[in-house]
């Protein structure tokens, strides 16, 4: 990495159990051994600087800050601390200044900061990654006081362990009482054309690399999915919706079937004075007499099913509720209650991730389900447990949930070694992604432009994305079904919840098509994919030694100058796209498409050239 020349440094502010205090400052990834008022500070510089803080002998640390201040500059958009759910709403900077993030149970955040110039290239980068406990980011300067204060033209910005962000963790501190972080800074000239999804992408490959966790998944869980849930009030779903829905979709080439929230019971569709029963895994009887029977079903018809859980989840309405002693407790207020009136089993207690794993495990003995989708963690409401009624092994929910989907992951896979996982991305950051073999980015039901950036921000750490459920409607024209398959399949693997068999035939021909692309080409979802636009709106990658291009919108022409045979998936709305092909270079453009009539092959000659496109042309690109 080259030199700091941004002014930019590293502070790092200590505070004890006994009162002691110091505050560190130095230069980025900057190697120093320090000391004050008996807490010492070690830096190890690399691609991530590893930062020791040790403790007064006797004493125990409380809280450790780390922050990067420099002069305030004017920085384009900002892509805050999140989990890829919400950052698209705050990537002004506006509504960044003086602002803090909690990272919790709910929400695990990505510990990073991202400033993004003028031209759209990330210009700082800083980060902060270790053990997974809570932690606080925050916008230090400018401030908000009474009003906006930028006065003092400085840029701070902070992630905190300990004090107010929750408790350091005996688990996460080294066996001398000391706190090991990794503390990663990129500038401006250390960042050459990257954009800032490339600049994620760097920053978690160095958190995975130091963590020793990688992405994994398995050959069923990237083929497309279909869900019962957006489409369909859960009251109405029943034996007969879900069978003709994978009759048709196994047909289009869907393979996996997930029987969502609802399935037990009243959904959280459901009106607020409707009382849930959620925490009684067993079906609704009169919608879907028998669970086992249907699951059979969908596997005489060739496909995957996957069930709906929210092992956590306890209606206080439910039969299960009496013989629950391991819930959420706030002292004498009693149990806690979500915003969608379920109590929850607490992360923090032993026997409570028993319950929940053997409620996970059950499911597949009881149904033989090929897969789960866990859901809900991210509603757990954020007060500590302060119950008598259990013991608790650690003070973090962020750890308890941690070694909650650890257990899970480990019972059911005892299992069925290819049991299918999807997660969330609110908790499967790259310090879960691992107990999962899909994480989703929810819910943005009829958004594919929501999706797609959602979708797209989760694969900076994983190759092993799902997209949230799409409903392509029959007032959609072909192009545009056509269009929302290919976003789809640009970041991850395309998911479905609508009315297969209602779907106009054209809409149809498009899934088939697309579907048989990804069954010749299945390593195409194991690939992780470079946006090779600063808007997002091309991918690359490479697959058998051949490069795949997704293209959305291009400004600019596509550079193919390598020489390279390709392929081309179109995606965007222009009839007419531009190719850079270098000089003397001829190629063959060949067309195949679910939408336009066929077209003979072309042949176009450098440096550059224009062909006639139309949205959902697979264009393959041969050069002589």
């Not at 596997?299 to 709906?308: D, E, K, L, R, Y």
């Not at 943005?444 to 799409?470: E, V």
């Not at 600063?534 to 022409?557: H, Q, T």
């Amino acid at each position: 990495m080259s030199d700091n020349t941004s002014g930019a440094v590293l502070n790092v502010t200590v505070a004890t159990k006994n009162g002691a205090n110091a505050v560190f400052t130095l230069a980025p990834n900057q190697a120093a051994k320090l000391e004050s008022h008996g807490i010492r500070l070690e830096v190890l510089p690399g691609e991530s600087s590893e930062v020791t803080v040790h403790p007064p002998a006797g004493d125990r640390l409380d809280r450790v800050a780390y922050s990067i201040s420099q002069g305030l500059r004017n920085y384009w958009q900002v892509v805050v601390p999140d989990s890829g759910r919400d950052y698209v709403d705050s990537l002004q900077l506006i509504y960044f200044w003086g602002r803090h993030r909690q990272s919790r149970a709910s929400t695990i955040r990505m510990p990073v900061f991202i400033f993004t110039l003028p031209d759209d290239q990330a210009g700082l980068v800083f980060g902060v990654f270790g053990s997974n406990i809570e932690m606080q980011f925050s916008c230090r300067q400018p401030a908000i006081n009474r009003a906006l204060v930028a006065w003092s033209k400085r840029l701070e910005v902070e992630a905190l362990v300990g004090g107010e962000a929750g408790v350091i963790t005996e688990s996460a501190l080294n066996p001398d009482g000391s706190l090991t972080q990794f503390v990663y800074f990129r500038d401006e000239n250390s960042l050459k054309e990257t954009n800032w999804h490339g600049a994620l992408a760097g920053f978690s490959d160095e958190m995975s690399r130091r963590l020793g966790v990688q992405p994994a998944s398995n050959p069923p869980s990237l083929l497309p999915f279909w869900c019962s849930w957006t489409d369909w009030f859960s009251g109405d779903v029943t034996h007969k919706v879900i069978m003709d829905n994978v009759r048709e979709g196994v047909r289009l080439g869907i393979k996996n079937y997930i029987i969502d929230d609802g399935w037990f019971g009243p959904g959280l569709d459901s009106d607020f004075d409707v009382k849930l029963n959620i925490g009684d895994w067993s079906e609704e009887k009169s919608r879907i007499p028998d669970l086992r029977k249907l699951v059979d079903e969908i596997h005489s018809a060739g496909a995957n099913a996957i069930i709906w859980c929210a092992p956590h989840a306890v209606s206080p309405d439910s039969n299960a509720f009496a013989s629950h002693h391991w819930l959420l407790i706030r002292g004498e207020d009693g149990y806690m209650t979500t915003s969608n009136l379920f109590h929850s089993l607490c992360f923090r207690s032993p026997r409570a991730r028993e319950v929940m794993a053997d409620i996970c495990v059950d499911l597949i003995n009881k149904y033989g389900v090929d897969g789960a989708k866990y859901d809900l963690f991210n509603c757990v409401v954020k007060d500590d447990c302060r119950s008598d009624e259990h013991d608790h092994d650690t003070p973090s929910m962020v750890e308890g949930l941690h070694k909650t989907l650890e257990l899970i992951d480990r019972k059911t896979r005892s299992i069925k070694p290819d049991y299918i996982i999807e997660l969330k991305q609110n908790y499967a950051t790259p310090h879960l992604m691992n107990y999962g073999t899909l994480v989703r980015a929810g819910d943005t039901p009829y958004d594919p432009r929501g999706n797609f950036l959602r979708t797209a921000y989760i694969h900076a750490y994983t190759p092993y994305t799902l997209n949230d459920y799409q409903s392509i409607t029959n007032s959609d024209t072909p192009a545009q079904a056509a269009a929302m398959v290919i976003r789809m399949m640009a970041v991850g693997v395309p998911s479905y919840s609508m009315d297969l068999p209602a779907l106009r035939e054209s809409h149809k021909r498009i899934l088939r098509f697309f579907h048989e692309w990804l069954e010749r080409n299945p390593q195409w979802n194991h690939c992780r994919r470079q946006a090779v636009c600063d808007d997002l709106e091309c991918w690359r990658g490479s697959i058998d030694n051949k490069d795949i291009y997704f293209v959305l919108k291009m400004k600019a022409p596509l550079d193919l100058s390598d020489g390279r045979s390709c392929q081309i998936i179109y995606g965007g709305f222009d009839d007419k796209l531009m190719l850079r092909l270098g000089e003397s270079r001829k190629a063959t453009v060949s067309y195949a498409s679910p939408v336009a009539p066929a077209r003979e092959d072309v042949v176009v000659a450098g440096p550059t050239a224009t062909i006639d496109v139309q949205t959902g042309d697979v264009i393959d690109v041969r050069f002589q």
